[in-house]
């Protein structure tokens, strides 16, 4: 018989779940969890600032599956981490939060006059899927096992384990409790029922124009080569979600590009339409416009989270489903029926429409004539640079909109951004956690100058943790998505409100804390300049100059401004 503390008990339940990471700033309100993470073969990766935790937690589970942990000090480090946690809510991330709390004698309520006293647990709970506060030392495996099986059931989201100071340092028998093997407690996600296979198979097989709209529970199921078997089997066009941009490989012939004209004609036309894994939610546009008639078109909505199915757009049909399981059977049931390819008449028809419409998009570049950086330069100069397998973090506001619509990926989860909350300064945890999870794959940030402030002392935290990522700043000295729509708004140009910034040198700012730093003024500068950014062993900043007036109209303005104002048909 052993005693072990409380927090070491909770590295015993962690490591039976697989972490490898735990994401935080030191604390004495979990140094029994610091002590034994070494022992169980987790690595503690401390940032700079709470929120960023989270941010890198996200990029991790995004970009490669695995659940990831965070921690943080109670009080002001709690409340630090309460915005980067509403963003792994917004997003879907299944984040393990457990947060240190004052003696269970002074706290839950918490008296007068108590030094760093929260209520913790009230303050996560609407922005969690679930969170609880651990009472006694030999409930803890129960309390981290509901807290998994939370997190992972449906739609993924954060969940909260608030654990006071005493708890965490109490000794008790190890033999006392007993630690279960995940499969003992937790589902596999549902699966379709064959009635629904067949009914969806039938209403694919008699669609004339069929199409697919995948999103990120295709990712988060891996169900990607499902999807693609799918679209090569039917030869449909495939219209992912922003978020879901690389279930498909751009370069896929039944591939569409998010917001141009062919995905949203693709939509409008199709008879048949089978969205897996999205919501439909605001940035894929549900508008009636941008679809096809209500009473004629049949959208089949399939989604591990029931209260997705319809929430944005009338159905025809909804299955409550995981995505992997349900694209795979529907694939087996079309070949038993078989069914054929189609002619590719429809493929080649959205083809010429997104030919002509990137010609378009390309010639408003192509006319820059001003002896700065255009913004599409410094993404196709990056583009050329990394390899296909590279890993794109998208940051900030028309930046990230020109990366949207400019950026070419090839393989899945190779794309991370805030696709729904819109947070800014995500871009570099983000890329910190997805080079953790990828060592042997690039990371490669583009963010304006306005999000890499947020979090630009993680540079720090990449050179110590030794996670080669290479962050592209546009610095074009604008909060540039703000000041063009004040220009609209106020209309005075004279008197713009709070959108200019000084000219920042983020290549110097990042030598000195041990990175390689690169500037670039000029276009023919930025393919050596990002190459030996890459090329360099250590953590990279590559600060270019961008023409702040080629930036301040971004691609895909007017159907970002509807997420705010509504389409015009409402």
Known sequence: MAEISGGELIVRCLAKEGVKWIFGITDSGYHPVMGAVKEFGIRWVAPRHEAAAAHM????????????????????????LLSGIICSMSEGVPVITITAQ??????????????????????????????????????????????????????????QIDVPDDIMYEMGDEDSVRLLEPNQYRALQPEPSQRQIQEIARLIKEAQNPLLMPGTGVLNAGAWDDLLALADLLNCPVACSSAGNTVLSHDHPCYLRPYG????????????????????????????????????????????????????????????????????????????TGVKPSNGEMIQKYREIEKEWWADEMQGYKDYDGDMIHPVQSILAARDIFSAEAIN???????????????????????????????????????????????????????GDGAAGFNFMEMATAVRENTKITVIVHAEESWSMEEIAQVFTIGDVDNLVAVKQQPIRWDTMAEAMGCHGEFVQKPEELLDAFQRAK?????????????KDANLVAPGGELFEQVYEGSSGE
């Not at 937690?57 to 630090?80: C, E, Q, R, Y």
């Open 393 to 447: 973090v998208s940051d900030g506001g028309n930046t990230a909109l020109f990366n949207a619509i400019y950026i070419r990926l090839f393989k899945p989860r190779s794309s991370l951004g805030l696709f729904e909350f819109g947070h800014l300064g995500t871009g570099i945890p983000l890329a910190i956690g997805a080079k953790l999870a990828n060592p042997d794959k690039e990371v490669f940030v583009i963010t």
């Open 102 to 159: 004052r003696r269970s004698q002074v706290v839950y309520p918490s008296r007068i006059g108590i030094y760093q006293a929260l209520d913790q647990h009230d303050l996560f709970k609407p922005v969690t899927k679930w969170n609880a506060v651990v009472h006694s030392w030999n409930r803890i495996p129960e309390i981290v096992q509901m807290a998994f099986r939370e997190a992972t059931s449906g739609r993924p989201g954060p969940v």
């Open 535 to 547: 090329d360099s062993e250590k953590p990279a900043v590559v600060c270019v100059k961008i023409d």
């Open 261 to 336: 004209d062919a995905w949203i004609k693709a939509r409008q036309e199709a008879d048949v339409i089978l969205a897996v894994g999205t919501s439909l939610g605001e940035l894929d546009v549900p508008f009636d416009e941008y679809f096809g008639a209500l009473h004629e078109q049949k959208i089949i909505h399939v989604d591990v989270e029931q209260k997705n199915i319809g929430a944005n757009r009338p159905i025809f049909m909804g299955v409550v489903a995981d995505a992997k399981a349900t694209l795979s059977e529907i694939f087996t049931e079309l070949k038993l």
């Open 57 to 80: 937690a996200d990029g991790l589970f995004k970009t490669s599956g695995h659940i990831p942990v965070v921690m943080a000090g109670g009080g002001p480090g709690t409340a630090n």
